[in-house]
């Protein structure tokens, strides 16, 4: 197991320096230049250009690159371009509020479907299920930010229940942070909890008579030991294996929910970079995420071993 | 699990009222805002960004300010005596006024201040060609010694919009012009609160409790400076429609900018008023690339001038005419310097004459490459406005859709329009950047010493320099007209009319001061 992990760590690194050029390629081929940017709307062409020798956007293209990489394999992710802070104080004072929402989404999305899923496959056809099925249907389909626009209207706007937007850190009170949270969080698990469920039924569904389950019937154990002892631990991998998917799209859903929401995230923190041209930030934070997905994905294959010990690496 | 559903009841009940005594307790004095930008860099000389502008004068005094009529007035400085030959200007800052650090303000850091924005300015830079010395007299004294007479100098210390000649600690004044400050110690009416400040998130200031407003009651930028609340607190909100739900919802006091789309959904608040803070408003140009056939040809830009009408753009952007004013003037309507004159016939989408004057350019049905930008709506109905009636005129138009960074980076190129150059784009101005020939950027006709689109006519440039030289106001309109008469023969740009958008409210904050730049003094929640 553990050569396997190393394996799979080693290969991280030829992803990670493909995902390093090809940011870096797309963001100087794009036709912006953020000397412009900074500079202002009233500013001449002298101090566009002063301002493009000062970030060294005047040398070539490769030294750029060298310069930039030797800094990155260093540790040094440079300085962002318009905060005048280095990017990982940047990264790491944004890094609260991203873990905090895509755990609070993870935990419910897993706590709602999970159960959801088991049920409709055990009242399989009945109006359990038809709604967990037509819920899915509708959880896919509609966007992220309409179903934030639509939250807000109800629980912000008419109930005054939640606030419309913001976050509060988890250190200046529990209660706070909680509050701005749920709004949020409910936005981007409704996609999860739809695929989720969705696979949790199919998964259940296909156990469900496997011989093993007649037997454990058979034993006289209660339907609830059967479903979550025999039906649901053996339709584990599968479901494991979506949820970690669904972690991996979070890494998308958190760039549009941030926004919706203003929670100063990651997220929010991409997109910023972007409208700005912030090549060191934007550069920073994809690698980031690509390290993450990377991760989440090296961490599904490992908990396949606990689910199903005939998996083996 | 030993809980049972009673206690588990209870505990949610108890996470329940958590949730509701944790939420934050809303201080009665502070006013939270939400500005048309998130606030990233702090140096209001090192860029023009109107947000950086803005942070300017939260933090910064300046020694002269423009009051709500467009006169200079003193700000920080109490007496400014002019020699007989108006070679030499002496001011004289106030009693009192002191850095946030609690130091006081003297001439040898206003000196250094004036350096360093002169350094970076387009007015600063053309006010310095006619300063001999800046001499340090006194604690409280400098002097500006003149080679020869210029209106510039009450003009450009009293600049109101970007760059605005703030004052800083001479520490922090002999800044490379070229490098950005880090130490943000001002003297105006907030402090700001570094440790506070989170890009993507929040701006802080506090109420500078030994600033010393002027006596006078607060006129535009001038005036006494009177801080009514404790804390402002800038909220970086980047989508509309949230902003305007916060401010419904009462988590905002104040949103700078908000589209004129969502002006109904606000004011259909009972507790939502709206407050046009900005009497000068904006201007919409659009501008041509003298570079590039057929804008290199003065016939082919006066063919513009005929194709073009101010209503059609207006409509199409603004839409509701509370919100536009048509205005044939070059400086705006209402500024000091707006005037008509010259524009007789112009603007009128007169396609026959515009017609004529294509053919008599000999223009050959070269596609202009319009640059479209599609991301901020104040701007987007404007490309197709203009290519429809560019076409009604007989040009041929690519329209070439872009964000608007985009746009920034290429209009900066001065490459031919079939290798990624352009031939004309639309923008807007706030009428303070435009308000005489020397502000106005794009009436800058100094070839490559231009602004893109590089325009480049003597005559107009020697009507800027007698501009700039001239110290009698009544002189200086004769000469501004002139400008504006020569404008319209060579067109470096076209108006294309003036468009408001105020500030949406909580009715509990009131009396915020019209000035050409939102400003946090004076402003009261009851």
Not at chain 2, 103 to 124: F, Y
Not at chain 2, 220 to 232: E, F, H, I, M, S
Not at chain 2, 405 to 411: D, E, H, I, N
Request: aromatic fraction near 10%; include cysteine; hydrophobic fraction near 45%.
């Amino acid at each position: 197991m553990l050569a396997y992990v190393m394996r799979r760590l080693a290969a991280t690194i030829p992803v990670m320096l493909i995902v390093a050029v090809l940011v870096f390629l797309m963001l100087r081929l794009t036709p912006s230049d953020p000397a412009a940017i900074i500079a202002g709307d009233n500013a001449n062409s002298e101090q566009v250009a002063e301002i493009r020798k000062r970030l060294g956007l005047d040398q070539p293209i490769h030294t750029q690159f060298v310069i930039w990489m030797g800094k990155t394999l260093q540790g040094d992710l440079g300085e962002s371009f318009f905060f005048k802070k280095q990017v990982t104080e940047l990264i790491l004072d944004r890094l609260e509020p991203t873990v905090s929402l895509a755990v609070f989404t993870i935990l419910l999305a897993v706590m709602v479907a999970v159960p959801l899923g088991v049920l409709a496959a055990y009242r399989q056809g009945g109006w359990l299920d038809r709604i967990v099925m037509g819920f899915s249907v509708l959880g896919f389909s509609v966007p992220v930010f309409v179903i934030g626009y639509m939250l807000i209207y109800v629980f912000a706007i008419q109930l005054n229940w939640l606030p419309v937007q913001g976050y509060q850190r988890l250190g200046q009170g529990v209660g706070g942070w909680l509050q701005r949270l749920i709004l949020p969080s409910l936005t981007l698990s409704v996609v999860l909890i739809a695929l989720i469920a969705r696979i949790t039924r199919t998964s259940v569904l296909e156990v469900m008579n496997e011989d093993y389950i007649r037997t454990a019937r058979a034993k006289g154990q209660t339907e609830g030991r059967v479903l979550i002892r025999h039906a649901l631990a053996n339709a584990a991998v599968p479901i494991v294996t979506v949820i970690g998917l669904g972690v991996a799209a979070l890494i998308g859903g958190v760039v549009v929910t941030e926004s919706v929401y203003t929670i100063p995230g990651l997220g929010r923190l991409t997109v910023d970079a972007v409208l700005a041209r912030d090549y060191p930030t934007i550069q920073a934070v994809i690698l980031l995420f690509s390290l993450a997905y990377v991760l989440i994905n090296l961490i599904v294959d490992i908990t396949y071993t606990f689910f199903d010990p005939r998996i083996r690496y | 699990m030993g809980y049972s559903r009673r206690s588990m009841l209870a505990i949610a009940a108890a996470a329940v009222a958590t949730i509701g005594l944790a939420a934050p307790a809303h201080a009665q004095k502070t006013l939270r805002a939400v500005m048309h930008s998130d606030l990233k860099i702090l140096d209001p000389i090192w860029t023009t960004a109107y947000i950086v502008r803005n942070h300017g004068y939260m933090v910064y005094d300046t020694l002269f300010a423009t009051d709500a009529n467009g006169e200079i007035k003193p700000q920080m400085v109490d007496k400014h005596d002019v020699s007989a030959d108006q070679l030499t200007h002496t001011f004289t800052l106030r009693d009192g006024l002191l850095w946030h650090d609690g130091a006081a303000v003297t001439a040898e850091d206003c000196v250094a201040s004036i350096k360093r924005w002169a350094a970076k300015d387009s007015t600063g830079q053309k006010l310095m060609t006619f300063v001999d010395a800046l001499e340090v007299k006194d604690a409280k004294t400098f002097v500006m010694r003149l080679k020869s007479p210029t209106g510039l100098v009450l003009l450009g210390l009293g600049k109101p919009s970007s760059n605005v000649p703030f004052m800083m600690p001479k520490r922090v004044a002999d800044t490379d012009p070229n490098t950005q400050i880090s130490d943000f110690t001002g003297s105006g009416p907030f402090v700001f609160k570094r440790d506070e400040w989170k890009p993507g998130d929040k701006t802080v200031y506090l109420k500078f409790d030994k600033y010393k407003p002027r006596p006078e009651p607060a006129s535009g930028l001038a005036g006494g400076k009177a801080v009514k609340v404790d804390r402002v607190e800038w909220r970086a909100i980047s989508d509309h429609s949230q902003a305007v739900n916060a401010l419904l919802a009462g988590e905002i006091d104040f949103i700078e900018a908000p589209p004129h789309d969502l002006l109904p959904l606000g004011l259909g608040d009972a507790n939502v008023a709206y407050v046009d803070w900005n009497p000068w408003g904006n201007q919409y140009t659009f501008r041509p690339n003298w570079l590039h056939k057929p804008f290199d040809n003065p016939k082919v830009r006066q063919a513009l001038f005929y194709a073009f009408n101010q209503e059609d753009f207006l409509k199409a952007v603004v839409g509701d005419a509370k919100y536009y004013k048509l205005c044939s003037s070059y400086f705006p309507c209402g500024t000091p310097f707006s005037s008509e004159k010259g524009m007789d016939g112009l603007l009128k989408s007169n396609f026959q004459k515009a017609q004529e004057l294509l053919k008599e350019a000999g223009y050959d049905g070269t596609p202009i490459v319009l640059m479209h930008s599609t991301d901020l709506a104040v701007l987007t109905n404007l490309a197709p406005v203009a290519k429809s009636l560019m076409e009604k005129a007989g040009f041929k138009v690519d329209m070439q859709s872009m964000d608007w960074q985009t746009l920034v980076a290429r209009r900066s190129k001065k490459d031919p329009p079939s290798a990624g150059g352009w031939h004309a784009f639309l923008t807007s101005w706030v009428s303070a950047d435009i308000t005489n020939p020397i502000f106005m950027g794009f009436m800058n006709a100094g070839c490559d010493k231009a602004m893109f689109g590089w325009p480049c006519d003597a005559d107009m440039e020697k009507l800027r320099d007698d501009f700039a030289r001239e110290t009698d106001p009544a002189k200086q309109k004769v000469i501004a007209e002139a400008a504006q008469t020569r404008e319209a023969q060579v067109v470096t740009h076209i108006p294309l009319g003036q468009w408001y958008l105020g500030a949406l409210t909580r009715k509990n904050v009131v009396d915020m001061v019209p000035a050409p730049a939102p400003v946090f003094w004076n402003m009261a929640i009851k």
